[in-house]
Nanobody, 120 residues
Framework: QVQLVESGGGLVQAGGSLRLSCVASGRTFRRYGMGWFRQAPGKEREFVGAIGWSGGSPYYADSVKGRFTISRDNAKNTVALQMNSLKPEDTAVYYC?????????????WGQGTQVTVSS
């Protein structure tokens, strides 16, 4: 099992940037595909992006492509989400997620979430 703790959320103006971090417990972090999801008020949780165990070839939802970047540091058991050019529609609770192997749309491990609010 793995436990995930996110940090880095907050309030930012449109056009600004935020960096979210997720720290994972355990000694087998390298086995996990990692990713980020978000849930806006009144909406279903949606996929944001994911990264494989090696850190190569991250992939993103079309809505954030070119603005968000996922990276991971296996030595520190962390995965980060750099969010640039933020828009009010990016406002949501952001969740870190993990799954052994390739991250699916229903990963078994989740963090508690961190709030991101983008003001116009």
């Amino acid at each position: 099992q793995v436990q995930l703790v996110e940090s880095g959320g907050g309030l930012v103006q449109a056009g600004g940037s935020l960096r979210l971090s997720c720290v994972a417990s355990g000694r087998t972090f390298r086995r996990y595909g990692m990713g980020w999801f978000r849930q806006a008020p009144g909406k279903e949780r949606e996929f944001v992006g994911a990264i494989g165990w090696s850190g190569g070839s991250p992939y993103y939802a079309d809505s954030v492509k070119g603005r968000f970047t996922i990276s991971r540091d296996n030595a520190k058991n962390t995965v980060a989400l750099q969010m640039n050019s933020l828009k009010p529609e990016d406002t949501a609770v952001y969740y870190c997620a993990a799954e052994i192997g390739v991250l699916s749309t229903t990963p078994p491990y989740w963090g508690q979430g961190t709030q991101v609010t983008v003001s116009s």
